[in-house]
């Protein structure tokens, strides 16, 4: 499931950016990145499999769905997953903060998430425990 959903994230991705592109022009300022896109993506999706769905109402499918979904990605998560080195990969979180989100390509996002895969256990969408933006 999680591999099927990263390949069609991708396109959705890839779309959106054609999409945006052919209605605000391309240039300097006229940005539409593959981390915003990944973005408005995971915000859209979030609240459909995540919140307020209790653990009974879920089927094994919307289970498998709802682990395989991107977290939205942004500065305070990156800076707070670096803060606290979680899966010993301070670094790497922070080398992701200092690109932000809203600049990554198809492969840095991938490789962020890739990263995020490896300290969720399986389940994707816990990682935002290290959100820190309701504490701000």
Not at 84 to 108: C, M
Request: proline content about 3%; overall charge positive; some cysteine.
């Amino acid at each position: 499931m999680a591999r099927e959903f990263d390949a069609t994230h991708r396109i959705w991705r890839e779309r959106m950016i054609e999409a945006a592109t052919e209605i605000i022009g391309s240039g300097e300022n006229r940005r539409f990145t593959a981390g915003v896109a990944a973005k408005l993506i995971n915000c859209y999706l979030k609240p459909l499999y995540i919140t307020g769905i209790s653990e009974s109402a879920l089927s094994p499918e919307r289970t498998l769905a709802r682990d395989a979904i991107h977290p939205p990605v942004d500065r305070i998560l990156l800076q707070t997953l670096a803060k606290e080195d979680v899966g010993s990969l301070g670094r790497e979180w922070r080398r992701f903060a200092n690109i932000g989100w809203s600049n990554f390509t198809h492969e840095q996002y991938e490789d962020v998430i890739r990263a995020l895969k490896g300290v969720a256990k399986g389940r994707l969408w816990a990682v935002e425990e290290h959100w820190g933006g309701y504490r701000t």
